[in-house]
Structure formats: structure tokens, C-alpha cells
């Protein structure tokens, strides 16, 4: 799609980078929306769908960062045998790190370390201290336990609501029939200028057709500098000109609010060969 003539340049938004990492690790768009964890949730598949669980049972460290040990994890999961093919699939992608947790006896700190960090001793970050763990390093139970530690890009990525983008392209995926190709966000920027026209959360070809489309964690299709209309009407003009089939609107909220839904409906109406779809929580997680 970078190749098009047009009077717009194509490039990554800042998003992208993190996208190729992610995929990088994940292998792609289809295991992140088996499961993701995100800072107060975990997204789950039971292979009946997609469950979002708050207030999960974790470890939380000065880093503010969450560990999570087997018994947490098959909280979530319900299973003894999910838990194994979790952490063993995460840890093989590289989404998981597995490691331990160890007081300092000289600072008091605790930390997680890596097992690539740890022999029989351990150095304390903060006070340098190399130190032979030991149960009062521990402490509960009588073996140190693994704790697993998320991939700083998926986690980045996830904190910054990244999993909406992945799972409406989830979604448009697992409705294709035949062919789908998608790539990560893209700031499109008119040629004459340096400031971005629009940041195209979607872009893919489903069954041939091409089809772009806005991502949000919220309600509101309204932007920094934008209304919802006008951040409407700027997919419809894009979608005019790159001859796109289809714009779709998602939200992980349950509804959009009445002004994006009535943006939605005014800027398309003129325009019915441009097939619209609006996608709720109840449809991405489903
Ligand atoms: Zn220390």
C-alpha cells in the first residue's frame, strides 16, 4: 500500500514499532488475542471465546510491575493443564520470562530476577550485593517459586490499549473466508505538509477487499484536536480516495456514544457502496 501514487505519504505510526515487536515475539496478530494481560486484567480464551477477568491475584513489586507464579495464573485459567500450555507457549514466544523473586538480606529489597541473572547467588540491584539465596530470601514456601515476568513491548504495548487495534483485526480475521492481510497503524500525511492527516488504526484486505478503520478504548470517536465528526469524515475522504470497501469503527467500550454514532451516520449516508461496521465490546470479546 506504501507504493500507491497519491498525494499522501504512508509511513509507521509510533505504534508500529511496538506492533513489529510484537509480532516479532507473538508470531503473530492471532495468539495476542488468546491471551493478553493488560495492567488490571488478563484476557483470556477458554476456547469458547474471549473472557476479560479483573482483579487478578499477583505480585506487585516497587517496579510496579506485576509477577505472576503458576497458582496466580491458574486462577485465571481454571486449569491445571492451561496454566502449563500457557506459561509454556508464552515462555517459548518470548511473552513470559521466568524468574524469581529474592529479598536482600543487606537492603531489604525485593526484586525480580531473571533466571539468566541467577546460579547459585544473586546480586541485589539496588546495593550491588552478591548473595547466596537462601530460604530467608523467600521466605514462603519451602522452594523458591517461578514468577513470570511479561515482555516489556507487550506489556508497553498493552498499556497503551494496543489490544483494541488486535482484536478488531482479530475479529475481521476469523470473518474472512478466504485471504487476509493486514498491516499496523499508519500515519498518513499529505505530501504537501508534515503535519498527519490521519493515524489509521486498521488497514487490511479481507477477501480482497481493502478496508481501514479507527480503534478506541473509549466511547468517543472524537480525538486531541478533532470532533467525532471530523474524525469521521477524515476516514470517509481517505477511504474515498484509496477506494477502500470498508471502514470499520470499534470500541471495547459497550456502545459508541450518540454524537460518534450520529458522525458515523452522517458522513457515510451519501456514500453506500463504503460498507460501515461498528464493533462493540460484545463482539470483540465474543
Ligand atoms: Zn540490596
Redesign the pocket.
Known sequence: MDQLESPHSVCPSNETVRIKQRRSVTGGVNLLCTVAIVPDRILVSDGFGLRLIYGLPQVYLKDKRRYMDFASIKKIVQSDDLTRNLIDEFVEKGIFYRGYIFQ?Q??S?AAWHSISEVDQTFT?R??G?NQQYKNRHWRIPNEPLWFYKLDEMVYLMLENNGHVPLLTLNKLSVSSQESFLFRPELRITPKSSEEAYLEVDICCIMDGRLCIGEAKSNNSLAGKDLTALQTVERYRDLALRMGVSMVVFSTTENAWNQASRDAIRMAFENHPHIKVMKLTSSSLYS
Open positions: 536482600c543487606n537492603c529489597d541485589c539496588r546495593c550485593l
